[in-house]
């Protein structure tokens, strides 16, 4: 199980949120500029990007964010916003290594199928797309987490599986940006219904014991970003856990 730095961008600025709500932001007194440094000085290969305005449909980072993505070498897992077929295979043209997808795939009963297609004219999209589950309470939450899908939880995974998407980044809403640990039930939950989705963990995560929990399953990455910001998880740290994994990303 590997560990993936999180960067969230909120107003042109690095933040974390408690809970998704977007009126509890803390913000760190870092460019985005010197964060993806930071990380790729220290040997890290792989990070993940959320744009938090473009989840509201406001793209007022993405250029400014773009120029700084586009200097780095290293694998990029990018969300935030993301709504049509377009954006998804121009995000994947410019380097982008894997994409998120949310909102679209629960609203438009037909999206994931043509991006199925679509993409994968041209890409492996079964690898290259991540779907985003964010739950609160079992139920899957959408818009910047303010919506709520009538959708069951597993439904929409076996959904998914069928039209060959199997990557998956789970957020436990309750958890997010609390330091409290890992949604390790929910994500038991997950592998029980289904052994081989490719999951990616993400809420919760505030030291390394939880990073050990968390291997204890059938889970392929992590996603950890306050516990880094607030110095509960050094970068070095996850250098060293990586350098010891040999599962695939």
């Given at each position: ?45 792989f ?6 305005n ?26 935030g ?71 069951k939880?597993?439904d ?5 599986l ?14 997010d ?35 050990e ?7 392929r ?29």
């Amino acid at each position: 199980m590997y560990i993936i730095p999180a960067i969230d961008i909120l107003d042109g600025k690095v933040v974390r949120l408690t809970e998704g709500d977007y009126n509890q932001k803390t913000v760190y007194d870092v460019s985005i500029a010197e964060m993806i440094e930071t990380y790729r000085s220290n040997g890290t290969e792989f990070i993940h990007i959320i744009d938090l305005n473009g989840a509201k449909g406001d793209f007022s980072n993405q250029a400014a964010l773009f120029e700084v993505i586009q200097k780095t070498d290293m694998r990029v897992q990018y969300g935030g916003g993301i709504r049509t077929i377009k954006q998804v295979t121009d995000l994947l043209d410019a380097g982008i290594h894997r994409v998120i997808v949310g909102t679209q795939a629960i609203t438009n009963p037909d999206f994931l199928q043509e991006l199925s297609t679509e993409v994968g004219k041209k890409y492996d999209y079964a690898n290259r797309i991540v779907i985003a589950i964010d739950v609160l309470d079992e139920v899957i939450k959408y818009s910047g987490w303010m919506e709520s899908s009538p959708i069951k939880l597993m439904d929409y995974v076996d959904k998914c599986l069928q039209l060959g998407f199997f990557r998956f980044l789970c957020t436990d809403i309750n958890k997010d940006g609390k330091l409290g640990g890992a949604a390790m039930d929910l994500y038991r939950k997950l592998l029980d219904h289904s052994p081989f989705i490719k999951l990616i963990a993400s809420g919760g995560v505030s030291s390394m014991a939880d990073i050990e929990e968390l291997a204890t399953l059938d889970i392929r990455s992590v996603v950890v970003g306050k516990a880094i910001y607030e110095n509960r998880i050094s970068i070095d740290e996850i250098k060293q856990w990586n350098l010891k994994q040999m599962t695939s990303l």
